[in-house]
């Protein structure tokens, strides 16, 4: 059995050595790690003892869904009967202390798990419908919306666009495309698109292997997202052993994994297709949409909010 490891010092640790060793040390904190009780990856579950749910309860993700819910209270006080498509159900937690038991409305989620809308019809009240297309977002036909949520969801989407993707042999659209529909969705009712992405470039301007590919998931997954976790194991008097035990596994599993990836042989290996907040601007003008607010949702700068509108 592993000695248990420290692992707000671990880190500590790894982040003081240069930049160039810092893979090698991600690579020896794996190897120090518990390993997992079971398999489960990146979201294939959704239950309330999955990875997914204890990630929902960290604190970069409440953070995210407080401000997702600040905005999306209002308008659905001011248009009863709302719309909303969200881009990616998870376990519905967005909706919880969200919707009120006399709202009447409907809610599309867009999710290619079977389960991906069971989350959020176990949360909405009888007056709130709630549909699932079972499909990727590139594949989706939008509904005309009130609002469009999508956390955390563009960033497995690989490139700008699909010139960008075909550049490199990839088939099919991008994030462009995406932010598209999503205009064309909340045009017609003055609506709202609520993005909340990490503040990291890693898309297909760097190719495999590149060491600032290495370097930028690092950044985000490990000096930010790690630490973040690490923070909370330390503080958070409200997260019994099992949530702890599945922040550590998220840590392993997810973050310190993904800097692996970095070295994966073809762009099409790779999970993660981030933007920083410049791109993620300058896309979002190219799909027509204004920036009405924005910001970051957590104290590490790690998630950052666009509140969009469909621009004149």
Same mark, same amino acid.
């Given at each position: ?33 518990? /390993? ?44 009863? !009967? ?29 999710? /290619?798990? /079977? ?9 909405? /009240?009888? !007056? ?19 609002? #469009? ?51 990291? =470039? ?64 073809? =762009?099409?290996?790779?999970?993660? =297709?981030?933007?920083? #907040? #410049? ?8 799909? !027509? ?16 909010? =666009? ?6």
């Amino acid at each position: 059995m592993l000695p248990p490891v420290d692992l707000g010092a671990a880190l500590r640790a790894l982040l003081i050595l240069p930049r160039a060793e810092q893979p090698h040390a991600v690579r020896a904190l794996l190897a120090r790690l518990p /390993p997992p009780a079971a398999e489960e990856p990146w979201n294939t579950a959704f239950g309330p003892d999955s990875l997914y749910h204890a990630f929902t309860r960290c604190s970069v993700a409440r953070g995210l869904h407080g401000a997702n819910r600040a905005v999306l209270r209002p308008l659905f006080d001011a248009r009863p !009967g709302f719309r909303v498509v969200e881009v990616g159900g998870g376990d519905g937690t967005l909706w919880a202390g969200l919707l009120r038991p006399d709202d009447t409305g409907e809610i599309v989620v867009v999710d /290619p798990h /079977p389960d991906g809308a069971a989350g959020v019809r176990r949360l909405a /009240p009888p !007056g709130v419908r709630v549909h699932h297309l079972v499909v990727p977002v590139q594949d989706a036909a939008l509904p005309e919306a009130d609002a #469009v949520v999508c956390s955390l969801v563009l960033h497995h989407v690989a490139g700008a666009d699909a010139a960008a993707r075909a550049a490199v042999g990839l088939a099919g659209t991008g994030k462009a495309e995406a932010l598209a529909a999503f205009r064309a969705a909340i045009a017609p009712r003055d609506g709202r698109v609520l993005l909340n992405e990490a503040d990291v =470039y890693c898309d297909l301007g760097l190719a495999p292997g590149d060491p600032v590919l290495t370097d930028r998931l690092l950044d985000s997954y490990v000096r930010r997202f790690s630490v973040s976790l690490a923070h909370d194991l330390a503080t958070r008097t409200d997260a019994d052993a099992a949530l702890r035990a599945r922040w550590t596994a998220i840590v392993r599993d997810w973050s310190l994994a993904q800097v692996g990836l970095a070295g994966a042989a073809a =762009y099409a290996d790779r999970d993660v =297709y981030e933007l920083d #907040v #410049v791109s993620w601007l300058g896309l979002v003008g190219r799909a !027509g949409l204004t920036v009405v607010e924005r910001r970051f949702t957590d104290r590490w700068l790690l998630f950052h909010q =666009y509140v969009l509108s469909a621009g004149a």
